[in-house]
Nanobody, 124 residues
Framework: QLQLVESGGGLVQPGGSLTLSCAAS???????VAWFRQAPGKGREGVSC???????EYVNSVKGRFTISRDNAQNTVYLQMNSLKPEDTAVYYC???????????????????WGQGTQVTVSS
C-alpha cells in the first residue's frame, strides 16, 4: 500500500517561503497527487493537485503564490510556497489517487492515500 510522508514545514515570517515535500514509498508515475491543509478549528481544504502529466491546478487563494511539481524519479511531489500569509498557517497533507491522468476534485473522498501532515506556521 502506498505510503506518503510530508516534510519541510516550519515557522516562517509573513512574506517568506517554504518548500514542502511529499515522499512516496513506491512509484508515483500513475498517481495524481494533491496537497490539502487544515487550519486550527477548520475543516481540511484542498490547495493544489498535479496530474500524472504534471498539469497543475490551484485554488484561488494560492494561485500565483504556490507551485506544485513532481519528480517521479525521486517518487516525490513538492509544494513551493511563496509570499506566505498568516492565513496559510495550517497542517499540510499530501494525498494521492491511482489511475487517473486528470486531477479529481479537491475533495477528501476523492483521494485514497494520505500522509500524516506537516505544520506550517506563518507568524512574525
Amino acid at each position: 500500500q502506498l505510503q506518503l510522508v510530508e516534510s519541510g514545514g516550519g515557522l516562517v515570517q509573513p512574506g517568506g517561503s517554504l518548500t514542502l515535500s511529499c515522499a512516496a514509498s513506491e512509484s508515483l508515475d500513475y498517481y495524481a497527487v494533491a496537497w490539502f491543509r487544515q487550519a486550527p478549528g477548520k475543516g481540511r481544504e484542498g490547495v493544489s493537485c498535479i496530474t500524472t502529466q504534471s498539469n497543475a491546478e490551484y485554488v484561488n487563494s494560492v494561485k500565483g503564490r504556490f507551485t506544485i511539481s513532481r519528480d517521479n524519479a525521486q517518487n516525490t511531489v513538492y509544494l513551493q510556497m511563496n509570499s506566505l500569509k498568516p492565513e496559510d498557517t495550517a497542517v499540510y497533507y499530501c494525498a494521492a489517487t491511482y489511475g487517473t491522468s486528470m486531477c479529481p476534485p479537491l475533495e477528501l473522498h476523492e483521494y485514497d492515500y494520505w500522509g500524516q501532515g506537516t505544520q506550517v506556521t506563518v507568524s512574525s
